[in-house]
Structures are given as C-alpha cells and as structure tokens.
Nanobody, 123 residues
Framework: QVQFVESGGGLVQPGGSLRLSCVVS????????IGWFRQAPGKERVAISC????????YYADSVKGRFTISRDDAKNTVYLQMNSLKPEDTAVYSC????????????????WGKGTQVTVSS
C-alpha cells in the first residue's frame, strides 16, 4: 500500500515562498508518477505538478508554470514542491498522490492520496 505524508504548509504573505515535502512509502511498479494536487474551498481538486518516476519528466499546470518546481530525492523517498511568488489564489490544501501522466501535458491522480497540508497566502 502506497502512503504519503505531506508537510511544509503554512501561512505566507503574497510574493513569498514555501517548500512542501511529501514522504513516500510503499511505492511500487504499478505506478510511474507522483503528483501534487490542490483543492481550494468550494472548488474541485486539480493537478498542480507531477513527476515521472522513471524518466524524471514533469508536468505543471499553467497556473503555476514558472513559479513552482517539483523535485525528488530518492534516497529520502521524498518529493518536493518549491513554491515561489505565491499568490492568494494559491491558497488550498495540497496533497500528494500516485498519478498518471500523459507525457508532460496532463496529470491525473490515482488510487492513493495523502491527507494534505494547508497553504494559506494572505497579507
């Protein structure tokens, strides 16, 4: 069973930065991607960024391109999301999940999800 534990969320001012961490356990060959997803109050959960665990390719939603960077440290079983130039509209619960990528064009969450970490961008 794949498990995710997210951390690193918090309250940050507009223009600030946060780095989210996602510790992964039980990841197996049934999946080839891990993604970060977010859900704002009253809105659907959407894919923000995903990474292919085989070739390292990545997907970014248009809303975060140029501001967010996904990376992973296999020795620590951790996937990171560096978030810069944060905006109030980035406020949401951010979760990790197993994912399916269509090249670098799209990403969909599958099966296993973490509980998430709250990110609030406000002055």
């Amino acid at each position: 069973q794949v498990q995710f534990v997210e951390s690193g969320g918090g309250l940050v001012q507009p223009g600030g930065s946060l780095r989210l961490s996602c510790v992964v356990s039980g990841f197996n060959d049934d999946y080839d991607a891990i993604g970060w997803f977010r859900q704002a109050p009253g809105k659907e959960r959407v894919a923000i960024s995903c990474v292919n665990t085989n070739d390292g390719s990545s997907y970014y939603a248009d809303s975060v391109k140029g501001r967010f960077t996904i990376s992973r440290d296999d020795a620590k079983n951790t996937v990171y999301l560096q978030m810069n130039s944060l905006k109030p509209e980035d406020t949401a619960v951010y979760s990790c999940a197993t994912a399916f990528m269509v090249a670098t064009l799209a990403c969909k969450g599958l099966d296993y999800w973490g509980k998430g970490t709250q990110v609030t961008v406000s002055s």
